[in-house]
Protein backbone atom coordinates (compact mmCIF):
# COMPACT_ATOMS: atom_id res chain seq x y z
CA UNK A 1 0.00 0.00 0.00
CA UNK A 2 1.29 2.66 -0.95
CA UNK A 3 1.43 6.32 1.18
CA UNK A 4 -0.48 7.90 -1.90
CA UNK A 5 -3.62 6.23 -0.85
CA UNK A 6 -3.95 7.71 1.92
CA UNK A 7 -3.67 11.74 0.70
CA UNK A 8 -6.13 13.83 1.89
CA UNK A 9 -7.97 15.53 -1.00
CA UNK A 10 -6.81 18.97 -1.53
CA UNK A 11 -8.88 21.58 -2.77
CA UNK A 12 -9.41 25.16 -3.17
CA UNK A 13 -11.89 27.41 -2.34
CA UNK A 14 -12.24 30.63 -3.86
CA UNK A 15 -14.79 33.47 -4.02
CA UNK A 16 -14.30 34.75 -7.63
CA UNK A 17 -15.66 38.22 -8.40
CA UNK A 18 -16.78 41.38 -6.24
CA UNK A 19 -19.61 39.98 -3.46
CA UNK A 20 -17.92 40.84 -0.14
CA UNK A 21 -19.27 38.03 2.05
CA UNK A 22 -17.64 34.73 2.50
CA UNK A 23 -18.75 33.35 5.81
CA UNK A 24 -20.07 30.37 3.14
CA UNK A 25 -17.41 29.93 1.51
CA UNK A 26 -15.77 29.56 5.27
CA UNK A 27 -18.01 27.84 6.73
CA UNK A 28 -17.93 25.16 3.79
CA UNK A 29 -13.96 25.24 4.24
CA UNK A 30 -14.32 24.48 7.76
CA UNK A 31 -16.52 21.56 7.36
CA UNK A 32 -14.58 20.28 4.47
CA UNK A 33 -11.22 19.86 6.78
CA UNK A 34 -13.47 18.57 9.53
CA UNK A 35 -14.59 15.69 6.52
CA UNK A 36 -10.61 15.07 6.13
CA UNK A 37 -9.81 17.66 3.25
CA UNK A 38 -6.85 19.52 2.98
CA UNK A 39 -8.56 23.24 2.25
CA UNK A 40 -6.54 26.14 0.63
CA UNK A 41 -8.81 29.54 1.17
CA UNK A 42 -7.80 32.85 -0.82
CA UNK A 43 -9.91 34.97 0.18
CA UNK A 44 -12.32 37.54 -1.65
CA UNK A 45 -12.17 39.23 -4.76
CA UNK A 46 -10.39 37.06 -6.95
CA UNK A 47 -9.85 37.18 -10.50
CA UNK A 48 -9.58 33.77 -12.62
CA UNK A 49 -6.39 34.35 -13.36
CA UNK A 50 -5.60 34.49 -9.19
CA UNK A 51 -7.50 31.42 -8.89
CA UNK A 52 -6.11 29.16 -11.96
CA UNK A 53 -3.02 30.66 -10.41
CA UNK A 54 -3.39 29.00 -6.66
CA UNK A 55 -4.89 25.79 -8.35
CA UNK A 56 -1.44 24.83 -10.43
CA UNK A 57 0.53 25.95 -7.24
CA UNK A 58 -1.23 24.32 -4.60
CA UNK A 59 -1.47 21.04 -7.35
CA UNK A 60 -5.17 20.78 -5.76
CA UNK A 61 -7.60 17.50 -7.36
CA UNK A 62 -10.76 20.05 -7.03
CA UNK A 63 -11.89 23.39 -7.01
CA UNK A 64 -14.77 24.98 -4.95
CA UNK A 65 -16.00 28.36 -6.43
CA UNK A 66 -18.60 30.39 -4.49
CA UNK A 67 -19.73 33.26 -5.99
CA UNK A 68 -23.11 35.29 -4.90
CA UNK A 69 -22.66 38.45 -7.06
CA UNK A 70 -24.22 37.46 -10.16
CA UNK A 71 -21.67 37.58 -12.54
CA UNK A 72 -21.29 33.71 -12.48
CA UNK A 73 -22.39 33.23 -16.45
CA UNK A 74 -19.35 35.38 -17.15
CA UNK A 75 -16.31 34.41 -14.71
CA UNK A 76 -17.20 30.54 -13.90
CA UNK A 77 -16.65 29.65 -17.88
CA UNK A 78 -13.58 32.17 -17.93
CA UNK A 79 -12.12 30.24 -15.12
CA UNK A 80 -12.78 26.40 -16.68
CA UNK A 81 -11.52 27.69 -19.66
CA UNK A 82 -8.63 29.36 -17.90
CA UNK A 83 -7.75 26.12 -16.18
CA UNK A 84 -7.61 23.73 -19.43
CA UNK A 85 -5.51 26.08 -21.00
CA UNK A 86 -3.04 25.84 -17.91
CA UNK A 87 -3.23 21.95 -18.65
CA UNK A 88 -5.53 21.78 -15.58
CA UNK A 89 -8.04 20.46 -17.65
CA UNK A 90 -8.20 17.07 -15.02
CA UNK A 91 -9.19 19.58 -11.54
CA UNK A 92 -13.08 19.18 -11.09
CA UNK A 93 -14.79 22.30 -10.84
CA UNK A 94 -17.75 22.76 -8.61
CA UNK A 95 -19.50 26.48 -7.79
CA UNK A 96 -22.45 27.29 -4.98
CA UNK A 97 -23.73 30.40 -4.25
CA UNK A 98 -27.05 32.15 -5.91
CA UNK A 99 -27.06 30.70 -8.63
CA UNK A 100 -30.66 30.20 -10.63
CA UNK A 101 -31.49 26.99 -11.82
CA UNK A 102 -31.56 28.09 -15.67
CA UNK A 103 -28.20 28.80 -15.58
CA UNK A 104 -27.11 25.47 -14.63
CA UNK A 105 -27.33 23.31 -17.88
CA UNK A 106 -24.80 26.65 -19.69
CA UNK A 107 -22.83 25.94 -16.55
CA UNK A 108 -21.82 22.48 -17.07
CA UNK A 109 -21.26 22.62 -20.45
CA UNK A 110 -19.09 24.88 -20.13
CA UNK A 111 -16.91 22.40 -17.09
CA UNK A 112 -18.41 23.04 -13.87
CA UNK A 113 -19.25 19.24 -12.84
CA UNK A 114 -22.27 19.92 -10.10
CA UNK A 115 -23.38 23.36 -9.15
CA UNK A 116 -24.64 23.09 -5.00
CA UNK A 117 -27.51 25.23 -4.18
CA UNK A 118 -28.68 26.75 -0.83
CA UNK A 119 -28.80 24.24 1.72
CA UNK A 120 -26.61 21.93 0.42
CA UNK A 121 -24.88 20.19 3.40
CA UNK A 122 -21.13 20.11 3.57
CA UNK A 123 -21.50 16.11 3.88
CA UNK A 124 -23.34 16.10 0.56
CA UNK A 125 -20.32 17.57 -0.91
CA UNK A 126 -17.50 15.70 0.77
CA UNK A 127 -19.16 12.93 -0.73
CA UNK A 128 -19.28 14.48 -4.48
CA UNK A 129 -16.21 15.56 -4.15
CA UNK A 130 -14.57 11.87 -2.89
CA UNK A 131 -17.08 9.92 -5.70
CA UNK A 132 -15.71 12.33 -8.51
CA UNK A 133 -12.06 13.41 -8.01
CA UNK A 134 -9.99 11.55 -10.41
CA UNK A 135 -7.70 9.57 -8.84
CA UNK A 136 -4.19 10.83 -9.69
CA UNK A 137 -0.97 9.29 -10.61
CA UNK A 138 -0.67 6.85 -7.84
CA UNK A 139 3.04 6.75 -7.64
CA UNK B 1 6.58 -1.38 -1.04
CA UNK B 2 9.53 -1.44 -2.03
CA UNK B 3 10.91 1.72 -4.45
CA UNK B 4 11.72 -0.89 -6.84
CA UNK B 5 8.10 -2.28 -7.58
CA UNK B 6 6.98 1.51 -9.05
CA UNK B 7 9.16 1.89 -12.56
CA UNK B 8 6.57 4.15 -13.44
CA UNK B 9 6.70 6.46 -10.63
CA UNK B 10 10.69 6.56 -11.39
CA UNK B 11 10.20 7.39 -15.04
CA UNK B 12 7.35 10.28 -14.05
CA UNK B 13 9.94 11.51 -11.26
CA UNK B 14 12.75 12.28 -14.01
CA UNK B 15 10.43 13.86 -16.44
CA UNK B 16 8.78 15.97 -13.84
CA UNK B 17 12.51 17.12 -12.47
CA UNK B 18 13.46 17.75 -16.04
CA UNK B 19 10.43 19.57 -16.58
CA UNK B 20 10.76 21.74 -13.59
CA UNK B 21 14.58 22.41 -14.17
CA UNK B 22 12.84 23.69 -17.74
CA UNK B 23 10.48 26.17 -15.76
CA UNK B 24 7.33 24.53 -15.97
CA UNK B 25 5.76 25.39 -13.13
CA UNK B 26 2.65 22.90 -13.03
CA UNK B 27 5.04 20.10 -13.24
CA UNK B 28 7.12 21.78 -10.45
CA UNK B 29 3.76 21.90 -8.42
CA UNK B 30 2.91 18.23 -9.48
CA UNK B 31 6.56 17.14 -8.17
CA UNK B 32 5.83 19.08 -4.42
CA UNK B 33 2.78 16.84 -4.33
CA UNK B 34 4.89 13.82 -4.74
CA UNK B 35 7.80 15.29 -2.28
CA UNK B 36 4.55 15.46 0.25
CA UNK B 37 3.47 12.07 -0.69
CA UNK B 38 6.71 10.29 -0.06
CA UNK B 39 6.56 8.95 -3.47
CA UNK B 40 8.78 6.74 -5.84
CA UNK B 41 8.35 10.14 -7.95
CA UNK B 42 9.51 12.23 -5.52
CA UNK B 43 12.60 9.75 -4.74
CA UNK B 44 13.79 9.69 -8.57
CA UNK B 45 13.50 13.61 -9.03
CA UNK B 46 15.15 14.43 -5.55
CA UNK B 47 18.02 11.78 -7.36
CA UNK B 48 18.13 14.59 -9.99
CA UNK B 49 17.48 17.60 -8.09
CA UNK B 50 19.92 17.02 -5.20
CA UNK B 51 22.88 18.39 -6.85
CA UNK B 52 21.16 21.26 -7.91
CA UNK B 53 20.07 22.96 -5.23
CA UNK B 54 22.52 24.98 -2.62
CA UNK B 55 21.82 28.25 -4.59
CA UNK B 56 18.86 29.87 -2.84
CA UNK B 57 18.86 31.53 0.30
CA UNK B 58 16.52 29.74 2.78
CA UNK B 59 14.95 32.29 4.90
CA UNK B 60 12.37 30.46 8.00
CA UNK B 61 10.02 32.94 9.89
CA UNK B 62 8.76 31.68 12.64
CA UNK B 63 6.74 32.57 15.68
CA UNK B 64 3.54 32.96 17.81
CA UNK B 65 -0.28 32.55 16.53
CA UNK B 66 -0.62 36.30 15.43
CA UNK B 67 2.31 37.52 15.47
CA UNK B 68 1.92 38.62 11.54
CA UNK B 69 4.52 35.50 9.63
CA UNK B 70 2.05 35.81 6.83
CA UNK B 71 2.32 39.33 6.35
CA UNK B 72 5.74 39.90 6.88
CA UNK B 73 5.91 36.96 4.52
CA UNK B 74 4.23 39.13 1.87
CA UNK B 75 5.91 42.23 2.78
CA UNK B 76 9.43 40.44 2.03
CA UNK B 77 7.94 39.41 -0.98
CA UNK B 78 6.93 42.77 -1.88
CA UNK B 79 10.76 43.99 -1.42
CA UNK B 80 12.38 40.95 -3.16
CA UNK B 81 10.69 41.59 -6.21
CA UNK B 82 10.96 45.26 -6.49
CA UNK B 83 14.87 43.90 -6.02
CA UNK B 84 14.14 41.46 -8.77
CA UNK B 85 14.85 38.55 -7.06
CA UNK B 86 12.64 35.53 -8.03
CA UNK B 87 11.00 34.11 -4.45
CA UNK B 88 9.39 30.73 -3.53
CA UNK B 89 7.36 30.35 -0.65
CA UNK B 90 6.33 27.31 1.75
CA UNK B 91 3.63 27.88 4.27
CA UNK B 92 3.12 25.56 6.73
CA UNK B 93 -0.15 25.24 8.46
CA UNK B 94 -1.30 22.38 11.56
CA UNK B 95 -3.43 18.82 10.35
CA UNK B 96 -6.46 18.32 12.83
CA UNK B 97 -5.03 15.15 14.58
CA UNK B 98 -8.74 13.67 14.35
CA UNK B 99 -9.57 14.10 10.58
CA UNK B 100 -5.62 14.88 8.99
CA UNK B 101 -7.86 17.66 7.30
CA UNK B 102 -6.41 21.58 7.32
CA UNK B 103 -7.21 24.77 6.70
CA UNK B 104 -4.48 26.33 4.73
CA UNK B 105 -4.94 30.23 4.68
CA UNK B 106 -1.69 31.39 4.65
CA UNK B 107 -2.35 32.45 0.77
CA UNK B 108 -4.97 34.91 1.44
CA UNK B 109 -2.21 37.66 2.59
CA UNK B 110 -0.22 37.12 -0.44
CA UNK B 111 -2.61 37.25 -2.94
CA UNK B 112 -1.30 40.44 -4.47
CA UNK B 113 1.80 38.71 -5.69
CA UNK B 114 -0.70 35.94 -6.93
CA UNK B 115 0.08 36.37 -10.84
CA UNK B 116 3.33 37.11 -10.36
CA UNK B 117 5.66 34.86 -12.42
CA UNK B 118 8.74 35.42 -10.26
CA UNK B 119 6.61 34.55 -7.06
CA UNK B 120 5.39 30.50 -6.34
CA UNK B 121 3.52 30.11 -3.44
CA UNK B 122 2.71 26.72 -1.79
CA UNK B 123 0.89 25.68 1.12
CA UNK B 124 1.78 22.46 2.99
CA UNK B 125 -0.14 20.63 5.84
CA UNK B 126 1.39 19.46 8.61
CA UNK B 127 0.24 16.43 8.26
CA UNK B 128 0.76 14.76 11.96
CA UNK B 129 4.27 16.10 12.04
CA UNK B 130 4.84 18.04 15.21
CA UNK B 131 8.04 20.86 15.46
CA UNK B 132 6.54 23.57 12.93
CA UNK B 133 7.38 22.42 9.84
CA UNK B 134 6.20 19.02 7.54
CA UNK B 135 7.82 16.15 7.28
CA UNK B 136 8.84 16.77 4.17
CA UNK B 137 9.15 20.67 4.20
CA UNK B 138 13.45 20.30 3.71
CA UNK B 139 12.45 17.91 0.42
CA UNK B 140 10.39 20.66 -0.96
CA UNK B 141 12.72 23.37 0.37
CA UNK B 142 15.22 20.95 -2.18
CA UNK B 143 13.11 21.13 -5.01
CA UNK B 144 12.41 25.00 -5.11
CA UNK B 145 15.59 25.59 -4.56
CA UNK B 146 16.86 23.59 -7.07
CA UNK B 147 14.51 24.82 -9.36
CA UNK B 148 16.21 27.62 -9.21
CA UNK B 149 14.37 30.54 -7.16
CA UNK B 150 16.97 33.14 -5.18
CA UNK B 151 15.46 33.37 -2.42
CA UNK B 152 13.14 30.11 -0.54
CA UNK B 153 10.69 31.25 2.68
CA UNK B 154 9.68 28.46 4.80
CA UNK B 155 6.71 29.97 7.36
CA UNK B 156 5.97 27.91 10.10
CA UNK B 157 3.05 26.99 11.58
CA UNK B 158 2.38 29.14 14.94
CA UNK B 159 3.59 27.15 17.74
CA UNK B 160 5.88 29.64 19.05
CA UNK B 161 8.27 26.20 20.01
CA UNK B 162 9.11 24.84 15.88
CA UNK B 163 12.56 26.80 16.67
CA UNK B 164 14.95 23.70 16.15
CA UNK B 165 13.46 22.13 12.65
CA UNK B 166 12.99 25.26 11.40
CA UNK B 167 17.02 25.99 12.08
CA UNK B 168 17.94 23.04 10.29
CA UNK B 169 15.77 23.44 7.61
CA UNK B 170 16.93 27.09 6.46
CA UNK B 171 19.83 29.15 6.35
CA UNK B 172 18.13 32.56 7.96
CA UNK B 173 15.65 32.28 10.78
CA UNK B 174 13.57 34.94 11.75
CA UNK B 175 11.97 34.88 14.87
CA UNK B 176 8.86 37.02 15.13
CA UNK B 177 7.23 38.79 17.83
CA UNK B 178 4.40 40.92 18.62
CA UNK B 179 3.48 43.56 21.15
CA UNK B 180 0.33 42.67 23.26
CA UNK B 181 0.74 38.71 23.04
CA UNK B 182 0.63 38.42 26.83
CA UNK B 183 3.57 36.94 28.62
CA UNK B 184 4.53 35.11 25.34
CA UNK B 185 8.19 36.21 25.29
CA UNK B 186 8.23 34.55 29.21
CA UNK B 187 6.69 31.68 28.11
CA UNK B 188 9.51 30.97 24.69
CA UNK B 189 12.11 28.37 25.88
CA UNK B 190 15.41 29.34 25.93
CA UNK B 191 16.27 27.25 23.50
CA UNK B 192 15.10 30.02 21.05
CA UNK B 193 17.63 32.55 22.42
CA UNK B 194 20.38 29.91 20.88
CA UNK B 195 18.41 29.88 17.65
CA UNK B 196 17.41 33.05 16.25
CA UNK B 197 19.25 34.67 13.41
CA UNK B 198 16.69 37.87 13.54
CA UNK B 199 14.65 39.15 16.14
CA UNK B 200 11.51 41.08 14.26
CA UNK B 201 9.17 43.11 16.57
CA UNK B 202 6.05 43.22 14.03
CA UNK B 203 3.32 45.86 14.89
CA UNK B 204 5.57 47.95 16.78
CA UNK B 205 3.46 50.30 15.85
CA UNK B 206 1.50 49.25 18.98
CA UNK B 207 1.58 49.74 22.57
CA UNK B 208 4.26 47.90 23.92
CA UNK B 209 6.84 47.46 21.80
CA UNK B 210 9.38 48.65 24.07
CA UNK B 211 8.71 46.05 26.75
CA UNK B 212 9.10 43.13 23.84
CA UNK B 213 12.60 44.98 22.88
CA UNK B 214 13.84 45.19 26.63
CA UNK B 215 12.75 41.35 27.32
CA UNK B 216 14.64 39.95 24.34
CA UNK B 217 17.65 42.25 25.05
CA UNK B 218 17.37 41.18 28.49
CA UNK B 219 17.23 37.29 27.27
CA UNK B 220 19.89 37.97 24.71
CA UNK B 221 22.17 38.71 27.53
CA UNK B 222 21.62 35.72 29.40
CA UNK B 223 21.98 33.55 26.51
CA UNK B 224 25.40 31.72 25.38
CA UNK B 225 27.40 34.19 23.92
CA UNK B 226 27.06 33.45 19.93
CA UNK B 227 29.48 34.42 16.96
CA UNK B 228 26.59 36.05 15.40
CA UNK B 229 25.17 38.83 17.79
CA UNK B 230 21.12 38.26 16.58
CA UNK B 231 19.89 41.95 15.84
CA UNK B 232 16.78 43.07 17.33
CA UNK B 233 14.61 44.47 14.71
CA UNK B 234 11.12 46.70 14.51
CA UNK B 235 8.70 45.93 11.64
CA UNK B 236 4.83 47.13 10.57
CA UNK B 237 4.74 44.57 8.17
CA UNK B 238 0.64 45.55 7.01
CA UNK B 239 2.91 48.59 6.03
CA UNK B 240 5.93 47.29 4.73
CA UNK B 241 7.76 49.88 7.15
CA UNK B 242 10.81 48.23 8.06
CA UNK B 243 11.19 45.52 6.17
CA UNK B 244 14.26 46.48 3.93
CA UNK B 245 15.72 47.03 6.78
CA UNK B 246 14.84 43.36 7.92
CA UNK B 247 15.90 42.55 4.61
CA UNK B 248 19.35 43.82 4.19
CA UNK B 249 19.92 42.13 7.95
CA UNK B 250 19.02 38.77 6.13
CA UNK B 251 21.53 39.23 3.89
CA UNK B 252 23.98 40.16 6.01
CA UNK B 253 23.32 37.31 7.86
CA UNK B 254 23.88 35.39 4.64
CA UNK B 255 27.43 37.39 3.89
CA UNK B 256 28.21 36.41 7.64
CA UNK B 257 27.12 32.57 7.29
CA UNK B 258 29.17 32.50 3.96
CA UNK B 259 32.64 34.23 5.58
CA UNK B 260 32.24 32.02 8.79
CA UNK B 261 31.83 28.93 7.13
CA UNK B 262 28.33 28.98 8.32
CA UNK B 263 26.78 27.72 5.42
CA UNK B 264 28.82 24.47 5.45
CA UNK B 265 27.82 23.86 8.67
CA UNK B 266 24.02 24.29 8.20
CA UNK B 267 24.64 22.26 4.92
CA UNK B 268 25.86 19.41 7.04
CA UNK B 269 23.64 19.96 9.50
CA UNK B 270 20.53 19.56 7.19
CA UNK B 271 22.35 16.25 5.72
CA UNK B 272 23.15 14.82 8.90
CA UNK B 273 19.17 15.50 9.59
CA UNK B 274 18.10 14.17 6.25
CA UNK B 275 20.15 11.14 5.99
CA UNK B 276 19.62 9.83 9.55
CA UNK B 277 16.20 10.05 8.82
CA UNK B 278 16.15 8.53 5.81
CA UNK B 279 18.19 5.90 6.85
CA UNK B 280 16.09 4.95 10.38
CA UNK B 281 13.29 4.50 8.04
CA UNK B 282 15.10 2.54 5.14
CA UNK B 283 16.07 0.60 8.27
CA UNK B 284 13.01 -0.46 9.74
CA UNK B 285 11.53 -1.07 6.69
CA UNK B 286 13.71 -3.48 5.85
CA UNK B 287 14.05 -5.00 9.44
CA UNK B 288 10.04 -5.46 8.85
CA UNK B 289 10.12 -7.37 5.36
CA UNK B 290 13.42 -9.49 6.12
CA UNK B 291 11.24 -10.64 9.47
CA UNK B 292 7.81 -11.29 7.97
CA UNK B 293 4.52 -10.36 8.99
CA UNK B 294 4.66 -13.68 11.29
CA UNK B 295 8.10 -13.28 13.39
CA UNK B 296 6.35 -9.22 13.97
CA UNK B 297 3.02 -10.16 15.20
CA UNK B 298 4.78 -13.17 17.45
CA UNK B 299 7.41 -10.29 19.14
CA UNK B 300 4.29 -7.88 19.24
CA UNK B 301 2.41 -10.41 21.13
CA UNK B 302 4.89 -11.49 23.55
CA UNK B 303 5.93 -8.18 24.77
CA UNK B 304 2.25 -7.53 25.08
CA UNK B 305 2.05 -10.98 27.33
CA UNK B 306 5.28 -10.32 29.39
CA UNK B 307 6.63 -13.49 28.03
CA UNK B 308 8.88 -11.40 25.97
CA UNK B 309 10.94 -8.16 26.81
CA UNK B 310 11.07 -5.29 24.50
CA UNK B 311 14.85 -5.29 23.78
CA UNK B 312 15.22 -9.38 23.51
CA UNK B 313 12.32 -8.39 20.92
CA UNK B 314 14.15 -6.21 18.40
CA UNK B 315 17.81 -8.05 19.29
CA UNK B 316 15.91 -11.21 18.33
CA UNK B 317 14.21 -9.66 14.34
CA UNK B 318 17.41 -8.12 13.75
CA UNK B 319 19.53 -10.65 14.69
CA UNK B 320 17.36 -12.84 11.70
CA UNK B 321 17.44 -9.83 9.46
Known amino acids: MGPMSDRPIKVLIAKPGLDGHDRGAKVLARGLRDEGFEVVYTGLRQTPDMIVTAALQEDVDTVGLSILSGAHMTLLPRICELLRERGLGDVLVTAGGIIPDEDVPRLRDAGVAAVFGPGTTIGEVAAFLRENVRPRDAA | ?321
Not at chain 2, 35 to 44: G, H, L, Q
Not at chain 2, 91 to 114: F, K, N
Not at chain 2, 260 to 280: C, I, N, T, V
Open chain 2, 1 to 321: MTTAAAPDGHARGAALAEAALAGDRRALARLLTAVESRTPTAESAIRILHPRAGGAHVIGITGAPGSGKSTLVNALLRELRARGRSVAVIAVDPSSPITGGAILGDRVRMQEHATDDGVFIRSMAARGHAGGLAATTDAAVAVLDAAGFDVVIVETVGTGQSEVEVVATTDTTVVLEAPGMGDEIQAIKAGIMEVADLFVINKADRDGADQVERELEGMKSLAMARDWDPPVLRTVAQQGAGVAELLAQVREHGHWLRGHGGLARKARERARLRFESLLAEASVRRAKALAGPARLEAALQGIADRTLDPYTAVDEILSQA
